[in-house]
């Protein structure tokens, strides 16, 4: 299902479940004394939503920068290994040669086993892109070096996987990265209560506290909905794809 049609769902059925409830409250409910609450009810629902938005903002300004760190973090783990295969070739030709294949291999298994695995948020094997680093780092670390020329190239090539394993780490952790069962409780309760609270309310007509209490539920559901499909960058909403590493295949011919 698409993703603008499922939180069209979800803001609309939110929207609809409070219209009604507002309506149902509003209709069959006790009139007597609404008015006269309105205040109290509005300072405490000043604080309740004040605390809510807040709490809302900071997850999603949070979830927003993990997404463009992730990406961030797989383009360079990408460009840093075609640097470190460019910087292989000027090395002996058989050096160059296997350091081009195993990095093929790499980027092929980043892009088959573990980014659909990341998309969707299961636990994978990482071990098998470790162990081609590691004889990636070890050829590199083996390889003769005559003159100036190459011991510079093979110390860039170093360099070079060295930022591969760091900018990795950053993509693996990221994967990883979703919101704690806690937090989500406190964002589901905080928006719950921000709506009973709304209910509360009073005024001359049903039909404008309906339409109110009906905006607030959507609005809540529209912000939830967002945080969920930013939590895992490599899937939902944010689905930072490969695209650095099938660039990167195309480089290594």
Same mark, same amino acid.
């Given at each position: ?5 499922? @939180? ?7 929207? =609809? =479940? ?23 009810? @509005?300072? =405490?629902?000043?604080? #309740? ?12 300004? /949070?979830? +927003?920068?993990?997404? %463009? ?13 075609? /640097?470190?295969?460019? $910087?292989?070739? /000027?090395?002996?030709?058989? %050096? ?12 092929? %298994? #980043? ?14 094997? %990482? $071990? ?16 003769? $070096? ?30 990883? @990265? $979703? ?54 960058? +490599?899937?939902? @909403?944010?689905? #930072?794809?490969?695209?650095? +590493? ?8």
């Amino acid at each position: 299902m698409s993703i603008y049609l499922t @939180g069209l769902l979800w803001v609309g059925g939110a929207a =609809v =479940v409070a219209a009604l409830l507002a309506y149902l409250i509003r209709r069959y409910g006790d009139e007597g004394g609404r008015p006269d609450n309105n205040e109290a009810a @509005g300072q =405490v629902f000043t604080i #309740v939503a004040g605390l809510q938005a807040v709490l809302v903002a900071f997850v999603l300004i /949070a979830l +927003f920068d993990a997404v %463009t760190q992730a990406g961030e973090a797989a383009y360079r783990e990408a460009d840093s290994l075609v /640097a470190a295969t460019w $910087a292989s070739d /000027a090395l002996s030709a058989e %050096t160059g040669d296997e350091v081009r294949r195993l990095s093929r291999a790499y980027a092929t %298994t #980043v892009i088959d086993d573990e980014w659909p695995a990341m998309r969707a948020g299961a636990d994978f094997p %990482t $071990a098998t892109g470790w162990d081609q680093l590691d004889e990636l780092r070890r050829l590199v670390a083996q390889a003769p $070096a005559d003159g100036e020329w190459q011991v510079d190239r093979k110390t860039e090539a170093s360099d070079q996987l060295w930022e591969v394993y760091e900018a990795r780490q950053e993509r693996l952790d990221a994967a990883g @990265g $979703a919101i704690s069962t806690v937090v989500w409780f406190v964002l589901i309760a905080g928006s719950v209560l921000s709506i009973v609270l709304a209910l509360l309310f009073g005024g001359p007509l049903i039909r404008t506290h309906v339409v109110i209490v009906a905006t607030l539920a959507a609005t809540i559901t529209l912000l939830l909905f967002a945080t969920y499909q930013l939590q895992n960058p +490599f899937g939902g @909403g944010a689905d #930072v794809s490969p695209d650095a +590493f099938e660039a990167a295949i195309e480089r290594f011919g």
